[in-house]
């Protein structure tokens, strides 16, 4: 396996995942770890990340010195490469200018590193950096180049050590030659093998999951979504019957939710699955509940208070299976902090202490895409694995003001719209989330010769990669139209629809 120890760069994750897309298992620890715990997991490689500081900097984050003389190959990227310069002995300076973006890159030394990079004589890379190597460290030598660089990568390779530094990011789209750079390191300079596959994930998270549980009894809350879902297949595929899994109807889903749950889990893979109908319960609490804070916390607490009812039921019960997928564990590591709280998310964050259960989380080594992938191997169908994120209180956050049953029938039909149309359109899958709005007031219209005073939807369509930032998608105006008519006249209730053309931030992708 390959270490990245990271620096605080935004680009962290994706040179692990550039690692994982040449089947090498890839994993991310903060820079902050010691020597003995970096050795404990036997990297047979270590990428150092980018990252904010400056290496001359008072508190500027360091590895142990040591690291360099374990024989292990490493690859500094950016901040890496500075760091390689100032703990080996050369100079980092403060560049005249920042260096951002493009740049022409020409290759000075293809024996390993750049085999086949840069071919046609330069390549094209993405800098961003703000300090460069004013001189090399001792035992260094530069293998390639670029206008503004003399030394835009540099290399030693001794036995003892084998070190090589990169001052642009090959992890990025915008180093297109960039993954071959990364699979050279992998495979040419660390010796890996490309092994790590879904198949043989599966067999690893089976064999652990069944010897971390033994005889007991696991249950699962199964949301329909894409990583509870998967988790919960994964689970049932190690220990089959000793899993059961919860699902809450609150009332607040999608057409058809509840069913397309009841076929692939129950049906289909013959999952110990109950179904608990708890609409009256969640409606009753969420009557005239106008603050969507407010309206989270019930539907949290709602949730907890059933699933426990529910679980006590069964005797045995020691685990709970969660979604919990890489990046929410890396960024609890990071050192960076955590950020402020914009919205309460509901999850079932309060359940394994409150239960005294412990956690089986088997796909906390897992990105959302590798996550589908797996969904598919374990056979899900579409339906499941590519769905839209959905929030976990539902469509009471898309009813703005008070949630009643009426109101949530003219969104859902509102909303079954807006997907079906994305969908025939092809962009279901480009689109990170469309859905529909019930906005709190109404506005006049005319139908026939008659004056309406009715609701408007609101349609919200974003594009994103984590939905921590989101751009409102630019939908063609055809579907735009065909979605408007198709809702005007068909849902009883709704005269006017409108477009929201707001990005995250400052908006958030959810209204409430
Ligand atoms: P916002 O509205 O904060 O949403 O921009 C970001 C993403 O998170 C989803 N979301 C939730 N997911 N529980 C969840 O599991 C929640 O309480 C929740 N609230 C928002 C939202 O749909 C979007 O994908």
């Given at each position: 396996?390959?270490?990245?120890?990271?620096?605080?760069?935004?680009?962290?994750?994706?040179?692990?995942?550039?690692?994982?897309?040449?089947?090498?298992?890839?994993?991310?620890?903060?820079?902050?770890?010691?020597?003995?715990?970096?050795?404990?997991?036997?990297?047979?490689?270590?990428?150092?990340?980018?990252?904010?500081?400056?290496?001359?900097?008072?508190?500027?984050?360091?590895?142990?010195?040591?690291?360099?003389?374990?024989?292990?190959?490493?690859?500094?990227?950016?901040?890496?490469?500075?760091?390689?310069?100032?703990?080996?002995?050369?100079?980092?300076?403060?560049?005249?200018?920042?260096?951002?973006?493009?740049?022409?890159?020409?290759?000075?030394?293809?024996?390993?590193?750049?085999?086949?990079?840069?071919?046609?004589?330069?390549?094209?890379?993405?800098?961003?950096?703000?300090d460069r190597i004013e001189r090399m460290p001792p035992g260094f030598r530069s293998i390639a180049h670029t206008g503004n660089s003399p030394v835009a990568?540099?290399?030693?390779?001794?036995?003892?050590?084998?070190?090589?530094?990169?001052?642009?990011h090959p992890e990025v789209a915008h180093t297109p030659e960039g993954s071959t750079i990364l699979r050279n390191f992998v495979y040419e300079i660390c010796?890996?093998?490309?092994?790590?596959?879904?198949?043989?994930?599966?067999?690893?998270?089976?064999?652990?999951?069944?010897?971390?549980?033994?005889?007991?009894?696991?249950?699962?809350?199964?949301?329909?979504?894409?990583?509870?879902?998967?988790?919960?297949?994964?689970?049932?595929?190690?220990?089959?019957?000793?899993?059961?899994?919860?699902?809450?109807?609150?009332?607040?889903?999608?057409?058809?939710?509840?069913?397309?749950?009841?076929?692939?889990?129950?049906?289909?893979?013959?999952?110990?699955?109950?179904?608990?109908?708890?609409?009256?319960?969640?409606?009753?609490?969420?009557?005239?509940?106008?603050?969507?804070?407010?309206?989270?916390?019930?539907?949290?607490?709602?949730?907890?208070?059933?699933?426990?009812?529910?679980?006590?039921?069964?005797?045995?019960?020691?685990?709970?299976?969660?979604?919990?997928?890489?990046?929410?564990?890396?960024?609890?590591?990071?050192?960076?902090?955590?950020?402020?709280?914009?919205?309460?998310?509901?999850?079932?964050?309060?359940?394994?202490?409150?239960?005294?259960?412990?956690?089986?989380?088997?796909?906390?080594?897992?990105?959302?895409?590798?996550?589908?992938?797996?969904?598919?191997?374990?056979?899900?169908?579409?339906?499941?694995?590519?769905?839209?994120?959905?929030?976990?209180?539902?469509?009471?956050?898309?009813?703005?003001?008070?949630?009643?049953?009426?109101?949530?029938?003219?969104?859902?039909?509102?909303?079954?719209?807006?997907?079906?149309?994305?969908?025939?359109?092809?962009?279901?899958?480009?689109?990170?989330?469309?859905?529909?709005?019930?906005?709190?007031?109404?506005?006049?219209?005319?139908?026939?010769?008659?004056?309406?005073?009715?609701?408007?939807?609101?349609?919200?369509?974003?594009?994103?990669?984590?939905?921590?930032?989101?751009?409102?998608?630019?939908?063609?105006?055809?579907?735009?139209?065909?979605?408007?008519?198709?809702?005007?006249?068909?849902?009883?209730?709704?005269?006017?629809?409108?477009?929201?053309?707001?990005?995250?931030?400052?908006?958030?992708i959810e209204w409430e």
């Open positions: 396996r390959i270490l990245v120890l990271d620096f605080g760069s935004q680009y962290t994750q994706l040179i692990a995942r550039r690692i994982r897309e040449a089947q090498v298992y890839s994993q991310i620890l903060p820079c902050t770890v010691p020597l003995a715990t970096i050795l404990a997991y036997r990297p047979q490689g270590i990428v150092l990340s980018g990252g904010p500081s400056s290496v001359y900097e008072k508190k500027a984050p360091s590895v142990p010195k040591d690291l360099f003389d374990q024989g292990i190959p490493i690859l500094g990227i950016c901040y890496g490469m500075q760091l390689v310069t100032h703990l080996s002995g050369g100079d980092v300076v403060k560049a005249p200018h920042r260096e951002y973006g493009r740049a022409e890159l020409v290759i000075d030394d293809r024996s390993d590193l750049f085999k086949g990079v840069g071919e046609g004589g330069s390549t094209v890379v993405w800098m961003s950096h703000g990568a540099m290399k030693r390779d001794d036995h003892k050590r084998r070190l090589y530094c990169l001052q642009f010796g890996c093998k490309p092994t790590w596959t879904m198949q043989s994930y599966v067999d690893t998270a089976v064999k652990q999951i069944r010897d971390q549980v033994g005889k007991d009894r696991v249950i699962c809350a199964l949301s329909g979504g894409v990583d509870s879902s998967v988790a919960a297949a994964l689970t049932h595929r190690a220990i089959g019957d000793q899993l059961t899994c919860l699902f809450v109807d609150n009332g607040v889903l999608r057409v058809g939710e509840r069913d397309q749950v009841q076929k692939t889990f129950a049906s289909q893979l013959h999952l110990n699955l109950r179904i608990l109908d708890r609409t009256n319960q969640f409606l009753d609490r969420l009557k005239n509940v106008i603050d969507p804070e407010r309206k989270r916390k019930i539907i949290g607490r709602q949730f907890i208070a059933h699933f426990e009812e529910e679980s006590k039921k069964l005797k045995g019960v020691k685990y709970l299976v969660q979604g919990t997928l890489y990046p929410d564990v890396i960024e609890s590591v990071s050192f960076r902090g955590p950020s402020a709280t914009i919205k309460t998310h509901h999850n079932v964050g309060g359940l394994p202490a409150r239960m005294r259960l412990k956690l089986i989380e088997p796909l906390r080594e897992l990105f959302k895409d590798e996550v589908r992938v797996l969904g598919k191997e374990l056979g899900l169908p579409d339906e499941i694995v590519w769905r839209q994120p959905f929030p976990g209180p539902g469509l009471a956050i898309r009813v703005l003001g008070s949630v009643t049953k009426e109101r949530l029938a003219i969104l859902r039909a509102a909303e079954t719209i807006v997907e079906q149309e994305i969908r025939a359109a092809g962009l279901y899958r480009d689109i990170w989330q469309a859905f529909a709005v019930l906005l709190p007031i109404r506005t006049v219209g005319v139908m026939g010769d008659q004056r309406t005073y009715e609701n408007v939807i609101a349609i919200r369509a974003v594009t994103s990669l984590d939905g921590m930032t989101a751009d409102w998608a630019k939908i063609p105006n055809d579907v735009l139209g065909r979605m408007s008519n198709r809702i005007i006249n068909e849902v009883k209730g709704v005269n006017r629809v409108v477009y929201d053309i707001s990005s995250k931030p400052p908006s958030t």
